[in-house]
């Protein structure tokens, strides 16, 4: 940009119209209305409505002050005085009239001054004299009536940009500017009254700069522009600019006034603002054909046609013009790209740029006329497809060197007819079609592009994914921000297989495809889209990426997302380039516009591998807790116990379903060894008889009948028992009438199940270290399911619980008339009994026995010792 170039014109000529300044916020003011800033070097008081300079304010450090656009009427000596390493003051844009001559005096630091646009009326050499450091010094555009400069100046040999001059100035004499004979300028510039009344020829001769700037208008005065060119003759300047140089009116004579043209040599000659009629812009290109100039801009011109021009048909007066660069901006009509009605002016012209001059066609004769341009620029125009590709025209070799195309910022909508349009533009490689409306599907078919297109710029546009399919395929760059997408057409992206550079801010893109394949791919910027993920496989497929800018998306914050940032970042390969800040996370709500650099998830949580060990671990710590807690308590036992009892109650119910359930004499038969008598009497029978409920069982120490044959006492009783409960130990392994009553219960039993018959296994016994004999009792053992004894207390109820279970509940219908009771009791009772018996069990003697009862005792003890003797199975009394 030219402005760049010659940042000093704007002031210089008062070129452009003083904008209103807003003002940056005051940080201290309750110290005063200024802001100190860069550790007191600086003070920014802009637009704060002074009427004086706050001098209180200013430390004496202070090496740059803006005191401009506010309301000082005047420069006092006090001001600056204690300021003495003051090096920058800006006073622009207020109302200063006056300056003591000793306002300066203390600042001889002092390097840039601008009092540009105030009201003082002389030039304030006594007050500048001090200032033999000055460089920069802006003071035009005040109420000097006059341009000469005093003999001071020429001391300020560091002076490298003067601007001087104002409205009131009605000329320019040759005395004006000697003192800056000695001294080389930068940039100089002069402005005048819009009515100039004199010109001296050689005002200007003295001036030794690279840049000239004139702001004065020639509308009375036209003939004084052929001296200010003879004066800038044989010189080389980098700028020569001309403002409103006809500001009122049309110039209608025939003289040439740009003659002098010829005889200068300037890289750049622009013409800003001001009336140019035909006539006059003929002038002005029929001279720049035989200079040196290469560069021409037009800006903010009124253009119009001249009236008395008439088109003889024997073609354009211009055809030879080579410029390296011509811009046409804000062009008041379009009329003035077909100069002379033909465009043979732009035909040796290589970097052409018209804009602002909102033309809205291009006729086909323009097309063949511009072969030499190389780069052209026809943005911020009114450009519609239907008026810049015309089916009618031929476009064949036509822009044979074009290797640049900007068509930004017009309404163009079809990528199809771009298409065509460029298709026979053999050279081209940047393409613009920013700030278009392209992109939409039913505009973006069968598009053929020519295969030499590098560059593709279309930021801004309203593209659909089926849309990209549409673009060329040969791109090295390529920018789709703001383009409003919201997915990617991975077709597009395999096809593309030269792409280097994407561009796709700014758009609606809600996630990244995991399987985005580009080999060549190297900057990728993807910020201020909509997608919430990413990680490390998003980008596992693009081996050259080395920049990445994917900042200002609502991300979750989870742990691939953190991998992926870690893993980034300590590897190095690719850079983040808006890291860390425009990464916040979005999700979840805990975690909102946190930064991610900040997000330091758990390890636990992110590793799998760990949390798979944690598991097993705890899992494998929970059994082993749980089976030390069994053991502890015995849970198997009690579970075992339990079924045992469901098991139980089950056969009870199928039994009484069946009808199978009879009446007996008693609940149960209970057949234990002598050895366990003291069990059985302490234990069993108390838990099982001293019930509400109770239970009668047969035991043979109390139940037997006295004189009956022991057998038949057994066979009898268990008969009339529904249940055998076995007491098993090793002493009743050892009992050879344990044994008999085990057998007759299995007789019992034929036929049937073995429900009737309980064992209860008081101690352990091994089923295999039985003898052979006892195979009845093997079998029982091995196929039927047994009670044990528990030896902890605490497992002994649910035993109990167990065991009432099997019995069932103690009722009956048929008592027993012929079982002896001998229950205690507090009357005393009846007591069985005791024979000898061959396992030793003692007999059972109960007091408050009687004569009659001890002499039966003694008659059933003798016969059983006579049988015994005469070889009968012995009978033993229980």
């Known amino acids: 940009m030219i402005w760049k170039v010659i940042n000093f014109s704007a002031l210089l000529l008062g070129a452009l119209t003083s904008p209103t300044p807003s003002s940056p916020p005051i940080s201290n003011t309750e110290e005063g209305p200024c802001r100190i800033y860069n550790s007191g070097s600086s003070a920014d008081c802009l637009g704060r409505q002074l009427n004086s300079v706050p001098w209180r304010q200013f430390p004496s450090t202070l090496e740059a002050v803006d005191l401009s656009y506010n309301k000082l009427q005047a420069v006092h000596a006090d001001d600056f005085l204690r300021l003495p390493r003051l090096r920058k003051l800006l006073l622009q844009y207020n109302n200063i009239s006056h300056i003591d001559d000793d306002a300066f005096k203390n600042n001889t630091l002092l390097e840039h001054l601008d009092i540009f646009n105030n009201s003082l009326q002389e030039i304030p050499a006594r007050a500048l004299t001090p200032l033999l450091n000055l460089k920069k010094l802006y003071m035009s555009n005040n109420l000097y009536k006059h341009a000469t400069l005093a003999d001071s100046f020429s001391k300020f040999v ?54 000239m700037g004139f702001d004065m208008a020639i509308d009375q005065r036209p003939s004084a522009l052929p001296h200010m060119l003879r004066d800038l003759a044989n010189k080389t300047f980098s700028l020569i600019q001309f403002r409103n140089l006809f500001e009122f009116t049309y110039y209608m004579e025939k003289e040439d006034i740009f003659q002098g043209l010829k005889d200068i040599t300037a890289n750049q000659l622009i013409f800003h603002r001001g009336k140019f009629n035909e006539n006059l812009l003929r002038m002005a290109l029929m001279n720049l054909q035989v200079t040196p100039i290469k560069w021409l801009r037009l800006q903010y011109i009124d253009f119009a046609r001249s009236p008395t021009f008439v088109d003889s048909g024997a073609g354009s007066s211009i055809t030879d013009l080579e410029l390296d660069k011509l811009d046409l901006w804000y062009i008041s009509n379009p009329d003035i790209l077909r100069f002379d009605w033909r465009f043979t002016w732009f035909n040796k012209i290589k970097d052409l740029s018209i804009r602002y001059v909102y033309f809205n066609s291009v006729p086909c004769d323009s097309w063949v006329e511009m072969e030499g341009v190389e780069s052209l620029d026809v943005s911020n125009n009114r450009l519609q497809n239907e008026f810049i590709f015309n089916q009618r025209c031929d476009y064949k070799g036509s822009m044979p060197n074009l290797h640049t195309f900007n068509l930004s910022t017009n309404e163009l909508t079809s990528l199809k007819d771009l298409s065509s349009l460029t298709r026979e533009f053999q050279q081209l490689q940047v393409l613009d079609l920013s700030n278009n409306k392209l992109g939409s599907a039913e505009n973006s078919q069968d598009c053929v592009w020519q295969q030499n297109i590098t560059h593709l710029i279309a930021h801004h546009n309203q593209f659909v994914s089926e849309a990209l399919c549409c673009l060329p395929t040969t791109v090295h760059y390529l920018d789709l921000s703001y383009c409003n997408l919201d997915q990617l057409d991975m077709m597009y992206f395999e096809k593309a297989t030269n792409l280097k550079e994407l561009l796709l801010s700014g758009n609606k893109i809600k996630f990244i495809p995991s399987k985005w394949e580009s080999l060549s791919l190297q900057s990728l910027a993807l910020d201020g889209n909509s997608f919430g993920l990413i990680s490390k496989a998003s980008f596992q497929d693009m081996p050259r990426l080395s920049q990445l800018r994917a900042g200002n998306n609502p991300y979750h914050c989870t742990c691939e997302l953190h991998a992926f940032v870690q893993d980034t970042i300590s590897q190095g390969k690719v850079n983040l380039t808006d890291w860390p800040w425009n990464y916040r996370c979005y999700h979840p709500e805990a975690f909102l516009n946190t930064v991610i650099s900040k997000y330091f998830p758990g390890h636990v949580a992110c590793d799998i591998r760990l949390v798979i060990v944690i598991c097993v671990a705890t899992t494998t710590a929970v059994i082993l807790i749980l089976m030390l807690i069994c053991y502890i308590f015995d849970l198997p036992w009690y579970t075992k116990a339990t079924y045992q009892i469901i098991r139980a109650k089950y056969r009870a119910h199928k039994e009484k379903a069946a009808g199978e359930l009879g009446t007996f004499t008693y609940h149960a038969f209970i057949s234990y060894s002598h050895s366990d008598a003291d069990w059985v009497r302490d234990e069993l029978l108390p838990c099982l008889e001293n019930n509400r409920n109770p239970y009668r069982l ?27 409960i076995f007491v098993l130990s090793r002493h009743f392994v050892n009992s050879e009438w344990c044994n008999y009553e085990l057998y007759f219960a299995q007789q019992r039993a034929m036929g049937k199940t073995f429900s009737d018959v309980i064992l209860v296994v008081k101690e352990p016994i091994d089923p295999n270290s039985l003898p052979s004999k006892y195979c009845k009792l093997k079998k029982m053992l091995s196929t039927k399911t047994y009670l044990e004894w528990p030896q902890h207390a605490n497992q002994q109820v649910f035993f109990w619980e167990q065991l009432r279970s099997v019995l069932g509940k103690p009722t009956m219908t048929r008592e027993g008339t012929h079982s002896v009771k001998s229950r205690t009791s507090s009357e005393g009772g009846i007591s069985v009994i005791g024979l000898p018996m061959e396992d030793q069990r003692p007999e059972v003697v109960k007091p408050n026995m009687d004569q009659e009862e001890e002499l039966g005792n003694k008659i059933i003890n003798r016969n ?11 009978v033993v009394a229980f």
């Open 158 to 211: 560091k002076l490298q940009v003067l601007s001087m001059g104002g409205p009131l100035v009605m000329g320019l004499k040759k005395a004006d500017f000697q003192p800056l004979k000695n001294i080389k300028l930068q940039g100089f510039s002069v402005k005048c009254s819009s009515n100039l009344s004199y010109y001296e020829p050689g005002s200007l001769e003295i001036i030794q700069t690279q840049m």
């Open 698 to 724: 047969c035991i043979h120490e109390r139940d037997f009948m006295p004189g009956k044959w022991i057998i038949d006492n057994i066979i009898e009783n268990i008969e009339n028992s529904r249940k055998v």
């Open 864 to 874: 059983n010792h006579e049988l015994s003797n005469q070889g009968q199975i012995p």
